[in-house]
Structure formats: structure tokens, C-alpha cells
């Protein structure tokens, strides 16, 4: 089965500062995707970012950009200029390439923006 | 566009009753997806619809049961409620056509309470 870790419960950041949220995963699939989703207090879920497994380079959305080490199976999410609305959940996810809807989550890291 | 909308928001049950929750999707999006997020357990995957067909199905009781219209429109059942119920039921709506490339939006929840 798979698995999706996110070891940093809760990290916290300066305004206009750079933070990097970690994830890893598990699998014996060749060909997936990695997501990181953010879920702000009382608001609705939203993607931030995707990665394809058979994609050398990494994903990259304006500030946001990933760290994509496929032989480590790790995902990290790098955020630049932080800002006080990147307050957040920040989930990690893994589907399996084969057509599947079907997200596996990690348990999420709670980042708080310091003004 | 309207995004996903999942009604109720919250809904306060006692242990042993059984509950509907409803989500309506982005239109034009026929796959959606049912996830049950709890504290401790995080985010899990119920089950997934595509064109009022099951097609993928998470790791719960068959007490959790769901169904998807013609207007794929969804809703979900849960039978003789349990304390352990009591959870943010969040659904994801997708085109339901390309697989893990598709982006699934999430509606707002729907915050049960077993009591």
C-alpha cells in the first residue's frame, strides 16, 4: 500500500521569507503524481501544486516550486516570499498513474506566517 | 463557475441514526470523490463516482455507502452512526476523464457531529 509521510507536524515562517514543507512517500508504482494541496482555517481545499513522476523537471506555480527526488521518494514544497495568506494546512497526496481519483494523503503541516 | 457545493454544512446526530450528505459538482464534471478528514486518522479516501458508477472504493465499513445521479450530483450515506463518525466529509469534483492530470476541486465539507 502506499503511503505519503509528512514528518514536520507544524513549521512557522517569516513574512517575505522562504520555507520548505517536506513529504516522502512510498511505492512500487513506476508512474505516478504528487500533489501538494493547501487548506486555510474554514476554507475549502485547493491544489497548489502537481508533479508527474516521469517528469525530470520540477513543478514550479509563481512562488511556489517543488523539490522532486524520485529515487529518494521525496516531494518537497518549497515556498519564496511568504506571504501572511500562505497561512495554511499544507497537504501532501499521491495517486497512482493508472487512471485512479483515488488521493492518499499525509497527515499535513500546519504553517503559520509571522508578520 | 460555480464551484462544488456540498449541503449541509454541519449537520449533530446521536449514535445509531443514519445520515445523507449531498455534494453537487463543478458542471460539466462527472467524476467526484468522497474523502472522510478526522484528527486522527487525516484525510481518507471513501469512494469515487464517475457517471453514476462506482469506480474506485476506499477502505470503510459498509456502513459508508454512496450513489451519483444523472446530473452527477452525489450523495452519501452513512448507517448506524458511530461516535468514531464524527468527521469533515469533504468531496472533489473532476472531469473524470484523464486520470491523476485531472484537477480534482474540493468543495467546503460538510461537518458531522455524533453525539
Known amino acids: 500500500a502506499q503511503t505519503v509521510t509528512q514528518s514536520q507536524p507544524e513549521m512557522s515562517v517569516q513574512e517575505a521569507e522562504t520555507v520548505t514543507l517536506s513529504c516522502t512517500y512510498d511505492?512500487?508504482?513506476?508512474?505516478?503524481?504528487l500533489f501538494w494541496y493547501k487548506q486555510p482555517p474554514s476554507r475549502q481545499m485547493i491544489l497548489v501544486i502537481r508533479q508527474e513522476a516521469y517528469k525530470q523537471q520540477n513543478a514550479t506555480e509563481n512562488r511556489f516550486s517543488v523539490n522532486f527526488q524520485k529515487a529518494a521518494k521525496s516531494f518537497s514544497l518549497k515556498i519564496s516570499d511568504s506571504q501572511l495568506g500562505d497561512a495554511a494546512m499544507y497537504f501532501c497526496a499521491y495517486v497512482p498513474g493508472a487512471g485512479s481519483y483515488q488521493l492518499t494523503f499525509g497527515k499535513g503541516t500546519k504553517l503559520s506566517v509571522i508578520p | 463557475k460555480a464551484g462544488v457545493t456540498q449541503t449541509p454544512r454541519y449537520l449533530i446526530k446521536t449514535r445509531g441514526q443514519q445520515v445523507t450528505l449531498s455534494c453537487s459538482p463543478i458542471s460539466g464534471h462527472r467524476s467526484v470523490s468522497w474523502y472522510q478528514q478526522t484528527p486522527g486518522q487525516g484525510l481518507q479516501f471513501l469512494f469515487e463516482y464517475f457517471s453514476e458508477t462506482q469506480r474506485n472504493k476506499g477502505n470503510f465499513p459498509g456502513r459508508f455507502s454512496g450513489r451519483q445521479f444523472s446530473n452527477s450530483r452525489s450523495e452519501m450515506n452513512v448507517s448506524t452512526l458511530e461516535l468514531g463518525d464524527s468527521a469533515l466529509y469533504l468531496c472533489?469534483?473532476?472531469?473524470?476523464?484523464?486520470?491523476?492530470?485531472?484537477?480534482?476541486?474540493f468543495g467546503p465539507g460538510t461537518r458531522l457531529t455524533v453525539l
Open positions: 472533489a469534483s473532476s472531469l473524470g476523464l484523464a486520470g491523476p492530470s485531472d484537477t480534482q476541486y
Open positions: 511505492t512500487s508504482e513506476s508512474d505516478y503524481y
